[in-house]
C-alpha cells in the first residue's frame, strides 16, 4: 500500500524512499539519518523513541483510505507542491536526454511523435510523455483538485531547484 503510495510522490516531485519490508527500528533510523517525514497508517509505530523525543517527524494516515486518497492527504499536510517528477521505480533523479540516446529503447512510434524523454540517472529507465503519463497527470490533477493546464511540462534549468519535503513511507497498519 505504501509502496504505491511513495509512487505517487516520486510523480509529485517528491524524494520519496520505501523499502520494503523494512524493520520498524531501521525505518526510524534511516529517516533520522536523512531527515525524512515517516508516513504510515500503523499508529504503534509513532510510540517508538524517534518521534516520542521529536528527533523524527510523523505523519500517521487515517486507516481506510484509497491511494489516490492518501496522496491528497499527504499533499495538504505536508503543503507539496508539485515539481518535476522523479523516477517512480527507485526515486532516482531523471535527466533529460537527447532522442538519439534513447532509440533503442524507445518504440519507433513515440520515438517519432514525442518531443522529450527522460532517463533515470540511478537505474537507467527511460520515460517520456505518453498516454501513461496522461493518465497520470489526470489523476494527479484529481487530487490537487486542479484542472491540468496540459501535457507534462518543464521550465529548462527550473528542474530540481525546488526544494520538496523528503519522506519515507513505513508499513501499513494491515502489514
Ligand atoms: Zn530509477
Redesign the pocket.
Known amino acids: 500500500m505504501c509502496g504505491g503510495l511513495a509512487r505517487w510522490l516520486r510523480v509529485l516531485g517528491v524524494d520519496a524512499s520505501y523499502t520494503p519490508g523494512i524493520e520498524d527500528g531501521e525505518l526510524v533510523r534511516h529517516a533520522e539519518a536523512e531527515g525524512r517525514i515517516v508516513l504510515s497508517s500503523d499508529g504503534k509505530l509513532f510510540e517508538r523513541r524517534g518521534f516520542t523525543t521529536r528527533r523524527v517527524r510523523g505523519v500517521r494516515l487515517p486507516v481506510g483510505l484509497k491511494l489516490l486518497e492518501q496522496v491528497g492527504f499527504v499533499v495538504r499536510e505536508l503543503a507539496i507542491r508539485p515539481a518535476f517528477p522523479r523516477?517512480t521505480?527507485?526515486n532516482?533523479v531523471l535527466q533529460e536526454v537527447p532522442r538519439a540516446d534513447v532509440a533503442d529503447v524507445v518504440p519507433a512510434r513515440s520515438l517519432i511523435w514525442k518531443r522529450d524523454f527522460y532517463r533515470?540517472t540511478?537505474?537507467q529507465?527511460v520515460f517520456w510523455e505518453g498516454t501513461h503519463w496522461r493518465r497520470i497527470r489526470a489523476a494527479e490533477a484529481r487530487v490537487l483538485g486542479e484542472v491540468p493546464d496540459g501535457p507534462f511540462v518543464t521550465a529548462p534549468g527550473a528542474k530540481h531547484d525546488r526544494a520538496a519535503p523528503k519522506t519515507t513511507a513505513g508499513p501499513a497498519e494491515s502489514g
Open positions: 523516477c521505480l527507485c532516482g533515470c540511478d537505474c529507465h
